[in-house]
């Protein structure tokens, strides 16, 4: 039989071959469909939320993102349901299709000028439905390809599935930069941005194709020729204490820490470069996707790796090594992206002195919230400008003021103004803080000149390693872990709680971290402790599986 060599050690055949390639372009495609809206986050935000204020605006938009995320756990139990019962491949075939159709149509939603709050409620529902076929891919991809690999090689097999998330995002990261070069920026931020979204229509066409040429997977048809499969998987994945207690664990020591250090890598980076740094774009995509050519071999290399070694240990390091570099890393990504923000930082630093009672929570979810107080005005107008600063508390009922290194201006009560009277005080105290930042050295935009882009890339490869080291095992680890009569049920929801919920939100969580506090650095404590704390769950209570026979 013919073999295409993988290493020297071992071959994948090409039965097999064709099984990893057709789970895994679908996946592939279905991926970029889910991340063309992160990466066009703060885009979407400004065509479907613009009757927020603008630091609302974007969260908001991440928010839409996180949607998504947060319904996922709910498809991995309906569809997940169905794959146990009738069979992996035809209930992937449904979640694409949902999938495919989902994205086009957001390329074809009237913007929020156009019909005003309909738009985003259109847009949040069908982020919904994106959500809820992607809570049922990828568990029906991982057991189908595990299922068809021959013992001591599924870390292998499986690994290239983890690679499709990478992949998409890069064909997703592609696709915008090919659109935004060739219409131009303002026409890609006009309307161009549709096109990527179009696009899925002929992505879906080819994935829909791919996954009809699959047949089942041979472990489920024998399991159900011998009718030894579920009648009731819900019942027994999650009505059970042995199986349930199981998959609290897989959540807690293994998926939400691996979601965590994947998001924090690659999206919460790409955020970080564009809204903290202020680094263009363009460039910015450009970067990360350098990274990932780098680092997406190593999916397979961890993959192929923990068949030998195991799964666990390969998973917890990458997690504790995250954890315990992650500061230092997007410190280096402020030295070598915009260093004059990191040189103004430490000779003149801000500092907003404000009665901390008058200081809120500036997210503003419908869009009718006035932020007046003096305490929120100055930090909204440095939130705006992405500067980092402190907090000092003064005295109650006192003025807010900014500081920057020995310059005070004074911020305004408005409260009692009407709407052009605010604006007009906004813009004014807008421009007279502007001079003084650029006074003491704050740019408004990362300087291309100073930019130390091989560095930057060297840092993200680094981050990105870290993903590889957390995804390309976890999925042989859940396949192992769950009998086959329920494993696309019980392995479906701790990986989409823990990508869904824990993963999904790091870009917002970090992000409204950074605006509460005004430290650019501040958001990275939710991975860092999210992923420390699955690192001595994972260590302590659950078992390496690497060995197991999953027939059974």
Same mark, same amino acid.
């Given at each position: 039989?013919?073999?295409?060599?993988?290493?020297?050690?071992?071959?994948? /055949?090409?039965?097999?071959?064709?099984?990893?390639?057709?789970?895994?372009?679908?996946?592939? *495609?279905?991926?970029?469909? *889910?991340?063309?809206?992160?990466?066009? %986050?703060?885009?979407? &935000?400004?065509?479907?939320?613009?009757?927020?204020?603008?630091?609302?605006?974007?969260?908001?938009?991440?928010?839409?993102?996180?949607?998504? *995320? =947060?319904?996922?756990?709910?498809?991995?139990?309906?569809?997940?349901?169905?794959? /146990?019962?009738?069979?992996?491949?035809?209930?992937? #075939?449904?979640?694409?299709?949902?999938?495919?159709?989902?994205?086009?149509?957001?390329?074809?939603?009237?913007?929020?000028? !156009?019909?005003?709050?309909?738009?985003?409620?259109?847009?949040?529902?069908?982020?919904?439905?994106? &959500?809820?076929?992607?809570?049922?891919?990828?568990? @029906?991809?991982?057991?189908?390809?595990?299922?068809?690999?021959?013992?001591?090689?599924?870390?292998?097999?499986?690994?290239?599935?983890?690679?499709?998330?990478?992949? &998409?995002?890069?064909?997703?990261?592609?696709?915008?930069?090919?659109?935004?070069?060739?219409?131009?920026?303002?026409?890609?931020?006009?309307?161009?941005?549709?096109?990527? *979204? $179009?696009?899925?229509?002929?992505?879906?066409?080819?994935?829909?194709?791919?996954?009809?040429?699959?047949?089942?997977?041979?472990?489920?048809?024998?399991?159900? %020729?011998?009718?030894?499969?579920?009648?009731?998987?819900?019942?027994?994945?999650?009505?059970?204490?042995?199986? $349930?207690?199981?998959?609290?664990?897989?959540?807690?020591?293994?998926?939400?820490?691996?979601?965590?250090?994947?998001?924090? @890598?690659?999206?919460?980076?790409?955020?970080?470069?564009?809204?903290? #740094?202020?680094?263009?774009?363009?460039? %910015?995509?450009?970067?990360?996707?350098?990274?990932?050519?780098?680092?997406?071999?190593?999916?397979?290399?961890?993959?192929?790796?923990?068949?030998?070694?195991?799964?666990?240990?390969?998973? $917890?390091?990458? +997690?504790?090594?995250?954890?315990?570099?992650?500061?230092?890393?997007?410190?280096?990504?402020?030295?070598?992206?915009?260093?004059?923000?990191?040189?103004?930082?430490?000779?003149?630093?801000?500092?907003?002195?404000?009665?901390?009672?008058? +200081?809120?929570?500036?997210?503003?979810?419908? @869009?009718?919230?006035?932020?007046?107080?003096? +305490? /929120?005005?100055?930090?909204?107008?440095?939130?705006?400008?992405?500067?980092?600063?402190?907090?000092?508390?003064?005295?109650?009922?006192?003025?807010?003021?900014?500081?920057?290194?020995?310059?005070?201006? %004074?911020?305004?009560?408005?409260?009692?103004?009407?709407?052009?009277?605010?604006?007009?005080?906004? !813009?004014?105290?807008?421009?007279?803080?502007?001079?003084?930042?650029?006074?003491?050295?704050?740019?408004?935009?990362?300087?291309?000149?100073?930019?130390?882009?091989?560095?930057?890339?060297?840092?993200?490869?680094?981050?990105?390693?870290?993903?590889?080291?957390?995804?390309?095992?976890? =999925?042989?680890?859940?396949?192992?872990?769950?009998?086959?009569?329920?494993?696309?049920?019980?392995?479906?929801?701790?990986?989409?709680?823990?990508?869904?919920?824990?993963?999904?939100?790091?870009?917002?969580?970090?992000?409204?971290?950074?605006?509460?506090?005004? /430290?650019?650095?501040?958001?990275?404590?939710?991975?860092?402790?999210? =992923?420390?704390?699955?690192?001595?769950?994972?260590?302590?209570?659950?078992?390496?599986?690497?060995?197991?026979?999953?027939?059974?």
């Amino acid at each position: 039989m013919a073999t295409t060599a993988v290493d020297t050690r071992g071959s994948i /055949d090409t039965s097999h071959r064709r099984v990893i390639l057709a789970s895994s372009l679908g996946t592939v *495609f279905e991926w970029y469909d *889910f991340y063309l809206y992160g990466s066009l %986050a703060a885009l979407i &935000g400004k065509h479907f939320f613009s009757g927020l204020n603008e630091t609302s605006q974007f969260i908001f938009a991440l928010l839409a993102f996180a949607a998504g *995320f =947060a319904v996922r756990p709910f498809g991995a139990i309906v569809f997940g349901r169905l794959g /146990d019962m009738i069979g992996r491949k035809y209930t992937f #075939l449904i979640t694409i299709v949902i999938m495919g159709s989902s994205t086009f149509l957001v390329g074809v939603l009237p913007g929020y000028a !156009k019909v005003g709050v309909i738009a985003p409620v259109l847009l949040i529902t069908l982020r919904l439905l994106q &959500g809820l076929a992607l809570g049922g891919e990828y568990g @029906g991809a991982a057991t189908y390809v595990a299922e068809h690999a021959p013992q001591g090689k599924r870390g292998l097999y499986t690994s290239f599935i983890q690679i499709t998330a990478t992949f &998409g995002l890069f064909l997703s990261l592609l696709v915008i930069l090919g659109t935004r070069l060739g219409l131009g920026t303002e026409n890609f931020e006009s309307w161009g941005w549709r096109i990527p *979204f $179009l696009v899925s229509l002929l992505l879906l066409i080819v994935s829909v194709y791919i996954r009809m040429q699959l047949s089942e997977s041979p472990v489920f048809q024998q399991m159900k %020729a011998e009718g030894k499969h579920s009648k009731a998987p819900l019942t027994e994945a999650f009505g059970q204490w042995s199986n $349930l207690k199981l998959v609290i664990l897989a959540l807690l020591g293994a998926t939400a820490g691996q979601a965590v250090v994947w998001y924090t @890598g690659q999206f919460y980076a790409l955020y970080f470069l564009t809204q903290s #740094l202020r680094i263009d774009g363009t460039t %910015a995509n450009l970067l990360i996707a350098a990274a990932l050519v780098i680092g997406t071999p190593f999916f397979v290399v961890f993959g192929w790796l923990s068949d030998r070694v195991g799964r666990k240990s390969i998973v $917890l390091a990458g +997690c504790l090594l995250a954890a315990l570099t992650y500061f230092p890393i997007f410190k280096g990504l402020t030295h070598y992206g915009n260093p004059a923000i990191e040189q103004a930082a430490a000779t003149s630093p801000v500092s907003v002195v404000a009665d901390p009672r008058a +200081c809120s929570f500036q997210f503003d979810p419908v @869009g009718k919230s006035r932020f007046t107080s003096s +305490c /929120d005005v100055a930090k909204s107008a440095l939130a705006k400008r992405g500067i980092p600063y402190s907090n000092v508390a003064a005295e109650r009922g006192s003025v807010a003021e900014v500081r920057i290194g020995e310059v005070t201006i %004074a911020s305004f009560e408005g409260g009692s103004l009407d709407s052009k009277a605010f604006a007009e005080q906004s !813009k004014a105290f807008g421009a007279q803080l502007g001079a003084a930042l650029k006074k003491a050295g704050y740019p408004e935009k990362a300087d291309p000149e100073q930019t130390n882009n091989v560095m930057l890339v060297v840092l993200l490869a680094i981050l990105v390693l870290y993903v590889t080291m957390v995804y390309g095992p976890i =999925a042989a680890w859940l396949v192992e872990m769950f009998p086959t009569r329920i494993r696309y049920t019980s392995m479906s929801l701790p990986y989409h709680i823990g990508n869904g919920w824990f993963g999904g939100f790091v870009p917002t969580i970090g992000f409204m971290l950074v605006a509460w506090k005004g /430290d650019i650095y501040y958001g990275l404590w939710y991975p860092i402790i999210v =992923a420390i704390g699955t690192f001595f769950i994972g260590l302590l209570f659950l078992r390496e599986t690497k060995d197991v026979d999953i027939r059974h």
